[in-house]
């Protein structure tokens, strides 16, 4: 497995209040994404980041925001929780290889906003 | 309408039956990726396809280009593969993005 870790593993948090999710990796891999995953969707895209510093955003990006400041970590927070964030968020990580590149992903994180 | 669809979104077999998924998507991709989750929820990657097809263990991934269409089987079920399967394309244009598919849900009873 990819050493990808992602803190906490599960959270519960009140409508208002920031929240900030760790991926960490050990597999120096250049490009991480943010995902959510909801009943009814397929996993959606947060924002990702093709390197330090250099970060984007995906198709549901209002409310969060993310940073990376070292190859290793990436961070999402959501500014101000509400309950529509409540999801299950995924970190992947992957190398730039063409037509052979993977995605691999992180454990998930489950968050509960009340 | 989903760039991606899949079907069925449920499936459930009996041991030892032949599964197919079958993934459409409606661009030009320049590959196609099957994806298993297990309760518990990890996600690990099965294939990776660009043309062809590609065959591990019980496993066969199989693209069709011109037809963008792709099917995933599973010879010989096992209640072991009980999993939700993804269907995720890399866009022509989205460079390292992938698009999913909202998964087909297997249950294979013993």
């Known amino acids: 497995d990819a050493g990808i870790t992602q803190s906490p593993r599960h959270k519960v948090t009140e409508t208002g209040t920031p929240v900030t999710l760790r991926c960490h990796q050990t597999?120096?891999?250049?490009?991480m994404y943010w995902y959510r995953q909801d009943p009814g969707h397929g996993l959606r895209l947060i924002h990702y980041?093709?390197?330090?510093?250099?970060?984007d955003k995906g198709e549901v990006s209002d409310g969060y925001s993310v940073s990376r400041s070292k190859t290793e970590d990436f961070l999402l927070t959501l500014e101000s929780a509400t309950s529509s964030q409540t999801s299950v968020y995924f970190c992947a990580i992957s190398s730039p290889q063409g037509a052979h590149e993977t995605q691999y992903f992180g454990p998930g994180t489950r968050l509960l906003v009340l | 309408k989903n760039e991606v669809e899949q079907s069925p979104q449920n499936l459930t077999a009996q041991e030892g039956e032949f599964i197919t998924i079958n993934c459409s998507y409606s661009?030009?991709?320049?590959?196609l990726h099957w994806l298993q989750q297990h309760p518990g929820g990890g996600i690990v990657s099965l294939f990776m396809?660009?043309?062809g097809k590609k065959k591990h263990g019980r496993l066969i991934a199989t693209i069709n280009i011109q037809e963008k269409h792709s099917s995933l089987h599973i010879t010989a079920s096992h209640p072991r593969d009980s999993a939700v399967y993804i269907c995720?394309?890399?866009?022509?244009?989205?460079?390292?993005?992938?698009?999913f598919g909202e998964g087909t849900q297997l249950t294979v009873n013993p």
């Open positions: 597999e120096n891999h250049r490009y």
């Open positions: 995720a394309v890399r866009l022509g244009t989205s460079g390292s993005r992938l698009t």
């Open positions: 396809l660009s043309s």
């Open positions: 661009v030009g991709i320049s590959a």
């Open positions: 980041s093709y390197g330090v510093k250099d970060t």
